[in-house]
């Protein structure tokens, strides 16, 4: 059921990732300048990662484990990188250069913080809040 309901909630964060994107470039990305709107969009999916993930886990009442929760995580980034990888790879030529630059943290760019809530949440989210 976990597993189920994993993928579920990961559509779920990709649709909000994509409102995130659209509201970051029309919204408060031209009043914020790029970086600060990166991190804004960054911290939103951290907090709505964390959030739904609560959310989840309190639905699930603690029908899991805490390897189905490492697990839960794992799908995640999985699906996450593999669907920007796939996504950049039907982009453009040079994608794997921009793919990468996405993850630049010299250049300040934090979307790497968002694989690591996806990875972390379940188990953070259990420990603090649930436990």
Do not use: C, K
Not at 48 to 75: C, E, M, P, S
């Amino acid at each position: 059921m976990i597993y189920l309901a994993a993928v579920v909630i990961w559509v779920v964060f990709t649709i909000f990732a994509f409102n995130n994107h659209f509201l970051r470039s029309e919204m408060y990305g031209p009043r914020l300048g790029e970086t600060l709107a990166h991190y804004v969009g960054v911290a939103l999916q951290i907090l709505f990662i964390l959030g739904v993930t609560f959310l989840l886990l309190t639905w699930l009442r603690g029908d899991y484990t805490v390897g189905q929760l490492w697990a839960v995580g794992v799908i995640w980034v999985v699906l996450t990188a593999g669907g920007e990888l796939w996504l950049f790879g039907r982009a453009a030529p040079g994608w794997r250069r921009d793919w990468i630059q996405q993850y630049n943290l010299l250049r300040g760019r934090v979307w790497v913080l968002v694989l690591l809530a996806l990875l972390f949440a379940p188990i953070l989210v259990h420990n603090w809040f649930i436990a």
